[in-house]
């Protein structure tokens, strides 16, 4: 019995654009990353939201909700209205989740959801989302620049100048490309 691959997660700094990366090379050959819902509890465990199981129609709703969230902050990276249907959505994730932040000792925010149920964790990545695509957290969001990819992130370095989503992947086979390219264009020389 062969056993199929199953992508590993990128994981980024921030929850919801973090959860849309769980679909990438939008633009080429699409790579589900949450292709069952065991995939999806594994996910919402590493990014600190523990559920017990998911159901097939909980990934369904959650792949909604990633959409929804992609379109949004593409719309508002390219300054475009945000489409009403993604807004939807969004919003009825995140009064559909009962979740509150809670402080570690360490000093930082995390989320502490009432039950566990997948419903509460869409409700926290939906309430993220709104806060980066409203404007609420410092930092821009971008597209990535990789002709593949175009993926919404949330840019928060310094001076808000990244091109990429993830430097370890678009970033290095864009500039990986660009090396090539530029090896066959340099003409040997005889010595």
Known sequence: MSVKHIPEFRLGKVLATSFTATLTERQGEPV???PTPDRLVDWLAISGLVVDSCSSSQLDR?????EAIHA?????AVQDPLP??????INDRSVGGLASPVLTAEGKQEWKLRSTHVEDALGVIAADAIRIISGEREGKLSLCASPTCRAAFFDTSRGATRRWCEMNTCGNREKKARFAANKHRTPLTAH
């Open 62 to 66: 959650a792949r909604e909700l990633r």
């Open 84 to 89: 009403a249907p993604a807004v939807q959505i």
């Open 32 to 34: 589900e990353r949450i």
């Open 72 to 76: 949004a902050a593409t719309a508002a």
